[in-house]
C-alpha cells in the first residue's frame, strides 16, 4: 500500500472508514451499557480517536489547497474551513492535548458518524482528480495508514479496558531451532519512492555481524519457566530503571507477571490471561504478550541471550523466512533506541501525536513487526514503531539472540 494507485487508494480508503465505524460501533455499545473511559496514559476517548482520523484527512487533505505537494507542503499553509464549525477545537491534537479531551464536551456518536462519512466523501473526490505519482497522493497514503494505526489503537483500547471483541488470539505454534543469519553489510530504511514514515527514512549501509537470532518470539512456555525462577524478584535480572518500574507496579497491584494476566506459573504452568474482557487460558505454544520493554530485557537476561537489534531484526525478518523466521503474531520489542537516520526530517502531520518520533529520541525503544490486531495493510518488515519502555498495553511480545 506504500505506492498504491488512485484506484486502490480509494477501496482501501473506504475498507479503513468502515473498519473504525464498526469499531465506534463496539464503543458505543459499551458506553451505554455503562463503560467508563478513565482519563490516563494507556486510555483515549473512541469518540476522540474516530473524529481525530476524520479531522487528519480533512486537514491535510480536503482544506489544504497545498496538497499536491506531498511532502514538501508547508505544515503552516493556508487551510480553509471544516465543514465542522468545532472540528478544531475538538479534534485538532495541537489544541486539544490528551488530558484535555474529557473536558472538550465531545459531540455524540451520531454526530462524529456523519463528519466520518462527509469527510470521506470530500476525500475520495479529491483523490479521483489527484496527480498520480508519489507527492500527488502523499497525503492520502497518509490517511490511510493513519486510520489503519487508529483502528490497531481501538482495538488495544479494547482489550485495556475488557470490552468484548470478537477477534481470535493466533493459535500457537510449533517451536523451531534458533536460526543463524551470515554476516552482511545491510540496507536499513526506506529507499525513496512511495511512502515511508519519517522515522524510517533513509536508507542507509549497516554492517552486521554473524548472528543467531528465535525463529519465533518468546512463547508462553519459555516465560513461565522465567517466572517460575523468581523472575519478578530478581533484581540483578533488571536494569535499574526497569526495577524500579516493577517495584511500583507490584506497590500498585501484586504484579508478577505480564499486563492482564490472571495467573501464571502453577501447577502445569497454566497461564490465565484476560483477553477482551474475558479469561482466556494460554497454550503454552503462543506468543508472550503485553510485556513491556522491561520485561522482555529480563527475560533475556535470564536466559543467558539478549534482544536482537533492531538492524538484526529487519534483516532476519527479509533474509530468513524461507527459513522459518515467523513473525505477526504480535509486535516485537528491539533492543534499540528510538534515534534518527541519516536524512531525517519530521513529517508535519504526525505533530502533537502518538506518532511524533522527535520528542522520543534516546528514550523510546523501537518495536518492529506486527500483531494480530494489526490490519492487514500495515503488516510491513519494514514498519518501524517506538513506545517508553513501561508501556505494556499493545500486543507486544519479543524474541531473543545469542551473544
Known amino acids: 500500500m506504500r505506492a498504491a494507485g488512485r484506484e486502490l487508494l480509494s477501496l482501501a480508503l473506504m475498507d479503513a472508514r468502515n473498519h473504525t465505524l464498526r469499531l465506534l460501533a463496539v464503543f458505543e455499545q459499551a458506553a451505554a451499557q455503562g463503560q467508563q473511559f478513565p482519563c490516563r496514559e494507556d486510555v483515549e476517548l473512541p469518540l476522540w480517536v474516530a473524529g481525530h482520523v476524520a479531522w487528519q484527512s480533512e486537514y491535510w487533505i480536503g482544506r489544504n489547497p497545498q496538497h499536491g505537494r506531498g511532502a514538501a507542503c508547508p505544515a503552516d499553509g493556508l487551510r480553509l474551513a471544516s465543514i465542522e464549525p468545532r472540528a478544531d477545537d475538538w479534534f485538532n491534537p495541537a489544541l486539544a492535548p490528551h488530558d484535555a479531551r474529557w473536558q472538550l464536551g465531545l459531540p455524540g456518536y451520531e454526530e462524529v458518524r456523519a463528519y466520518m ?97 528465535d525463529a519465533q518470539p518468546v512463547h508462553w512456555g519459555q516465560f513461565v519457566e522465567f517466572v517460575g525462577d523468581g523472575g519478578y524478584d530478581r533484581v540483578e535480572l533488571w536494569h535499574p530503571d526497569g526495577w524500579q518500574w516493577l517495584m511500583e507496579q507490584a506497590a500498585r497491584e501484586g504484579r508478577r507477571g505480564p499486563r492482564h494476566v490472571e495467573q501464571i506459573g502453577g501447577a502445569g504452568g497454566a497461564v490465565l490471561q484476560s483477553v477482551f474482557g474475558r479469561p482466556a487460558r494460554m497454550a503454552a505454544s503462543q506468543c508472550v504478550m503485553h510485556v513491556s520493554w522491561w520485561e522482555a530485557d529480563a527475560y533475556a537476561r535470564w536466559s543467558g541471550r539478549r534482544l536482537p537489534t533492531e538492524v538484526e531484526w529487519d534483516m532476519a525478518a527479509q533474509v530468513a523466512a524461507r527459513r522459518g523466521f515467523r513473525w505477526g503474531e504480535v509486535r516485537e520489542w528491539t533492543a534499540g533506541t528510538l534515534r534518527p537516520w541519516p536524512g531525517f526530517e519530521p513529517d508535519a502531520w504526525t505533530a502533537h501525536t502518538e506518532l511524533e518520533a522527535q520528542p522520543l529520541f534516546g528514550q523510546a525503544r523501537v518495536q518492529r513487526g506486527a500483531s494480530f490486531a494489526t490490519p492487514p495493510r500495515l503488516r510491513d518488515s519494514r514498519l518501524r514503531r517506538f513506545a517508553l519502555p513501561h508501556r505494556d498495553d499493545a500486543f507486544v511480545g519479543f524474541r531473543t539472540c545469542s551473544f
Open 117 to 213: 462519512l462527509a469527510t470521506l466523501e470530500g476525500t475520495l473526490e479529491l483523490l479521483d482528480k489527484a496527480a498520480e505519482d508519489d507527492p500527488g497522493l502523499y497525503f492520502f497514503r497518509v490517511a490511510l495508514l493513519h486510520e489503519d494505526l487508529r483502528c490497531e489503537q481501538l482495538v488495544t483500547l479494547a482489550q485495556t479496558l475488557g470490552v468484548a471483541l470478537p477477534l481470535a488470539l493466533p493459535v500457537g505454534m510449533q517451536a523451531r531451532e534458533p536460526l543463524q543469519v551470515p554476516a552482511a553489510d545491510w540496507s536499513l530504511g526506506a529507499a525513496p519512492g512511495g511512502f515511508a514514515l519519517d522515522v524510517e527514512k533513509w536508507a542507509h549501509e549497516v554492517p552486521v555481524p554473524e548472528f543467531e537470532i
